[in-house]
């Protein structure tokens, strides 16, 4: 990745044509990547103590044409329309669309997409903020699990990929279910793009603006759904989690929950010192 312009002819003399990718066309342009988010639990604090949420990194150039053959080959498989929308919590609760959902969630694992995550126990966070309005902690938990996966994320591009950025695409009908003028992951972000650059939490490999799509027409915002839904009922301790846990346990490469003492790093070059806003 880093020494794509040892093969660009230019340098070499060579006459061979150039490929399309993007380190072959341009040794100089910095590498794009589409990071996916979605979010879970925020039904009664009984039912979903946890709010989570999830992005999923991926290379436009190198896994995106392969993630889509995938699922294609996957909704072929089990005779499904090519625009079907997968979304877990609709098909979690039947038996007989466990192995469909293990597939579609393996078709990550399959391609080894790295997968990042914020999370905050809404209980804990009562017990911080009892005089908050129950609303007011629902917001603020939401906008929390954001700010965590969005600097998980940045964090990770900082240390192994500073020569990338990523823009963030979230799912425009939960944007347009939030009745303000800005979104979740648009606060985030904006937050930690607007301190000083000296300031730890700075944002510097993260597009200022999200892009908003329609998760029916879009198969990495399914996928985000999928895992964060998961991700959710494991770590509110629910029942059968084990085969889906095998699938995304090994793809998360960092992650962050509520008053926890450090992020948690997949890699094991230790990460530096990180302050995270609880």
């Not at 498989?77 to 669309?97: K, Q």
Request: proline share 8%.
């Amino acid at each position: 990745m880093k020494n794509a312009h040892l093969n660009n002819p230019h340098n070499s003399g060579s006459l061979q044509p150039r490929g399309y990718g993007i380190r072959d066309v341009d040794p100089c342009k910095r590498i794009m990547r589409l990071a996916y988010f979605d979010h879970a639990g925020l039904a009664s604090i009984e039912q979903e103590p946890i709010t989570v949420a999830v992005a999923i990194l991926v290379d436009p150039d190198r896994e995106w044409k392969k993630v889509e053959a995938s699922r294609d080959q996957l909704l072929n498989l089990f005779h499904l329309e090519p625009d079907t929308e997968i979304h877990a919590h609709e098909l979690f609760p039947y038996p007989e669309a466990q192995p469909f959902l293990k597939q579609h969630i393996g078709i990550l694992a399959t391609h080894q997409l790295p997968m990042f995550y914020g999370a905050v126990d809404r209980r804990l966070f009562r017990q911080d903020f009892p005089n908050l309005p129950p609303n007011e902690q629902d917001r603020d938990v939401k906008l929390l699990s954001f700010m965590y996966a969005v600097q998980m994320l940045d964090l990770w591009l900082q240390l192994y990929h500073p020569d990338e950025v990523a823009i963030c695409i979230p799912n425009e009908e939960q944007y347009r279910r939030q009745k303000q003028k800005q979104s979740f992951i648009q606060a985030a972000v904006a937050y930690y793009r607007k301190l000083e650059p000296d300031e730890e939490c700075k944002l510097n490999n993260i597009v200022e603006a999200p892009f908003f799509v329609d998760s029916a027409v879009s198969i990495g915002v399914q996928l985000a759904d999928n895992c964060v839904y998961m991700l959710k009922r494991y770590l509110s301790g629910k029942p059968n989690m084990e085969d889906y846990m095998h699938l995304i346990q090994p793809l998360v490469i960092a992650s962050y929950c509520y008053k926890d003492a450090e992020p948690y790093f997949r890699d094991k070059q230790c990460p530096p010192p990180v302050r995270l806003s609880n």
